[in-house]
Nanobody
């Protein structure tokens, strides 16, 4: 059974950097034919794809709208991949989720983590 869990601060001050970690069990982030992805959602803005990292080609993908502020990294020894979003504002208040997609299209999701940007 594959499990993903998001962790990080629930409250971040404006202009700070948001760092979130997706911890994976039951699978390896280095296994081929996997895409490990971050998305975020809110009732007002809907679902937004942020970016992901591919174990198939080793590439990292980031949404063009977020690329100036966002980066994705992995730690294979801890079986984790991370999101960093700099210069956050109140508009970054969202539920952040990580998920895995395999070559067959099957997705496994974390439960999500609520992040509020406020002073």
């Amino acid at each position: 059974q594959v499990q993903l869990r998001e962790s990080g601060p629930g409250l971040v001050k404006p202009s700070q950097t948001l760092s979130l970690i997706c911890s994976v069990s039951g699978d390896s982030i280095t296994t081929k034919n996997r895409v490990w992805t971050w998305v975020r959602q809110s009732p007002g803005k809907g679902l937004e794809w942020m970016g992901g990292i591919s174990s198939h080609d080793g590439k990292t993908y980031v949404s063009p709208s977020l690329k100036p502020r966002m980066s994705i990294s992995k730690d294979s020894t801890k079986n984790q991949f991370s999101l960093q979003l700099v210069s956050v504002t109140a508009d970054d208040t969202d539920v952040y989720l990580c998920y895995k997609k395999d070559v067959g299209g099957t997705c496994e999701w974390g439960q999500g983590i609520r992040v509020t940007v406020s002073s």
